[in-house]
């Protein structure tokens, strides 16, 4: 038998196979595939970022306003769920008083934000009897799991957002 100078085989390999992951064209459609991943992560972290910084460029009193019409949008509210919504709406007034008065109030409990609030001499009363009114009427749905009505759920809602909806027309006025 004859050596084939092409192949560097004997003569009886008729057949010569070159699998697919080995051609130009599935290398080519690996790039392309990579860079398709990458720029996608690409685009999704810009966007991400540009959402962070459009929420920080807010003040404090807008972003909190905010939060509560998305909560309210989002959350069926029924006295069922009345433990998640009075979490969330007592989370929302913390973290606008912590942002507002430099203090680490998410970590405490409601009444010892109420009772850091009362001691201070620089609050707003209209700000201490909105807290106090809303952490004093979620106190028995979050920890007691007590149902609660709905005109209570529309009531603590409708207060806290015109007291943000004050400071907001105090700003601007401002």
Not at 37 to 65: A, D, E, N, T
Not at 111 to 133: F, G
Not at 141 to 170: G, S
Request: with cysteine.
């Amino acid at each position: 038998m004859k050596i084939d100078e092409k192949t560097g085989l004997y003569g009886n390999y008729g057949i010569w196979h070159k699998p697919f992951w080995q051609t130009t064209t599935f290398y080519w459609l690996i790039s392309g595939f990579v860079g398709l991943i990458f720029i996608i992560l690409c685009y999704v972290l810009i966007k991400k970022y540009r959402v962070y910084r459009k929420k920080k460029l807010l003040p404090v009193w807008k972003r909190s306003l905010q939060e509560l019409e998305l909560l309210w949008k989002t959350s069926p509210m029924k006295p069922e769920l009345g433990k998640k919504f009075y979490f969330l709406l007592t989370y929302t007034i913390k973290a606008y008083l912590e942002e507002q008065l430099h203090v680490q109030f998410c970590s405490k409990t409601d009444a010892e934000v109420i009772s850091y609030l009362e001691k201070r001499e620089d609050i707003n009363n209209e700000l201490l009897h909105t807290v106090r009114d809303v952490f004093k009427g979620s106190e028995l749905v979050k920890f007691a799991n007590e149902l609660i009505i709905q005109d209570q759920i529309n009531h603590d809602y409708k207060q806290t957002v015109a007291f943000l909806e004050k400071i907001e027309q105090k700003q601007k006025s401002n």
